[in-house]
């Protein structure tokens, strides 16, 4: 069914919540699982170091990358040891969205698992929606996991057998 698995992180507890029911499918199907992190540019935002002293813009996003490296290395490990699965972290900069689809299709991905956050309104309008734009893009399937459902510890995602789509009308008409 499914060869080849992404599942991208904010880092936020909804993203969190898509997290088994990657792990599930890739169970499954002996998938492998990508974790990918998107640093957007609204997000390099220039800070300020311990004694105040103002960060150049290129400091500041390396600084960035490798704190997101880290943390990513942090969640493949702790994935690899709950479970039989083969995960990897990637990282790339830019707009979420296009950087998830465009992802997807130099890595042969062939289903994305992703939360939303959830968002209505005016947050939804001035913020858009990266599942959104995902799902209209994407090369692939999209599970699409709702930011606002509960955290579950076990996915109820069911493995299929070739029986499970018997017609057995058609048996009976040969």
């Known amino acids: 069914m499914y ?10 507890p909804e993203a969190e919540r898509a997290v088994p029911f ?3 499918l890739a169970a499954l199907t002996g998938a492998p699982v990508d974790l990918l992190h998107v640093l957007e ?5 220039f800070g300020q170091d311990l004694f105040g002293i103002s960060l150049s813009w290129m400091a500041w996003v390396e600084r960035e990358r490798r704190r997101l490296r880290d943390e990513l290395a942090s969640r493949v490990e702790a994935l690899r040891g709950g479970c039989k699965v083969n995960v990897k972290a990637a990282l790339r900069e830019g707009s979420a969205a296009h ?8 890595e042969k991905i062939d289903c994305i698992v992703m939360a939303t956050h959830g968002r209505s309104g005016i947050s939804r309008f001035a913020l858009g929606s990266v599942a ?7 090369p692939c399937a999209v ?11 076990q996915p109820r995602i069911k493995k299929l057998e070739s029986a499970d789509f018997a017609m057995p009308w058609a048996s009976a008409a040969h």
């Open 22 to 24: 990657a792990l599930e």
């Open 41 to 45: 540019h609204s997000e390099m935002d």
């Open 132 to 138: 959104e734009r995902v799902v209209r893009h994407s």
């Open 99 to 106: 950087e998830i689809v465009e992802y997807a299709t130099a």
């Open 3 to 12: 060869k080849h698995i992404l599942l991208t992180t904010d880092f936020s």
């Open 143 to 153: 599970l699409i996991v709702p930011g606002k459902i509960a955290p579950i510890a």
